[in-house]
């Protein structure tokens, strides 16, 4: 399983890379099938609360999940998002 990165007009520091790693191999034990998980973080307005964005898209074989979700800190961001992306896989696999 591949995860990609991106900060998007900031810099990364390596301890969020690590957590994000750590989570996004948590999700992928839980869900074998995913192949890939792109991880989109950006500040969205710098002098204001809530203002940590994260976009979580999970591939799998003919499956695409997206979740947007923004908070006080990119590790809530990333947490919130991923509970919402593990949601809809669960729900996608009970249609199955």
């Not at 994000?20 to 034990?29: G, I, Q, S």
């Not at 809530?50 to 990333?78: R, W």
């Amino acid at each position: 399983m591949n995860v990609n990165i991106q900060a998007i007009h900031f810099e990364i520091a390596d301890r969020l890379v690590e957590f994000v790693n750590k989570k996004c191999d948590r999700l992928a034990r839980r869900y074998p099938l995913i192949s890939d998980i792109d991880v989109n973080l950006r500040v969205v307005k710098p002098e204001t609360a809530m203002n940590k964005e994260a976009v979580v898209k999970a591939l799998a074989p003919q499956e695409e999940v997206v979740a947007t979700k923004v908070a006080d800190s990119f590790e809530e961001a990333v947490d919130l998002a991923l509970e919402a992306i593990e949601r809809q896989l669960e729900k996608n696999k009970d249609k199955k």
